[in-house]
């Protein structure tokens, strides 16, 4: 089993940025993604972006609402993975979750959907305002 920590969520004006951080513990040998999701009040969780951890490690993925704005990296050393999110809208606005996979994936869209993650953070609000 992955453990995986959030931080960095907060609130911003729209235009700022803001940069989430994901520390992951546990079996991270067994990790062969990362991956960023959120969660809009009364929609469902949507995929934002993902890296590759082993097999064409480094590789990202992105959701075409957030291409060029967010820029998702990776600290192998330390286990941890970032999102920086630059011009910040206020369709941004959402829990933001943190998930690992174990699955070694080299299928079209394996790292983009949430199936694919056995393991989860607890979640860290964003808030952009208009």
């Known amino acids: 089993q992955v453990q995986l920590v959030e931080s960095g969520g907060g609130l911003v004006q729209a235009g700022g940025s803001l940069r989430l951080s994901c520390a992951a513990s546990?079996?991270?040998?067994?990790?062969?993604?990362m991956g960023w999701f959120r969660q809009a009040p009364g929609k469902e969780r949507d995929f934002v972006a993902a890296?590759?951890?082993?097999?064409?490690?480094?590789?990202?993925y992105y959701a075409d609402s957030v291409k060029g704005r967010f820029t998702i990296s990776r600290d192998n050393a330390k286990n941890t993975v970032y999102l920086q999110m630059n011009s910040l809208k206020p369709e941004d606005t959402a829990v933001y979750y943190c998930?690992?996979?174990?699955?070694?994936?080299?299928?079209?869209?394996?790292?983009?959907?949430?199936?694919?993650?056995?393991?989860w953070g607890q979640g860290t609000q964003v808030t952009v305002s208009s």
């Open positions: 998930a690992a996979s174990t699955l070694s994936c080299s299928g079209y869209g394996c790292y983009e959907t949430e199936e694919s993650f056995a393991s």
């Open positions: 546990g079996r991270t040998f067994s990790m062969y993604a």
């Open positions: 890296i590759r951890w082993r097999w064409s490690a480094g590789t990202t």
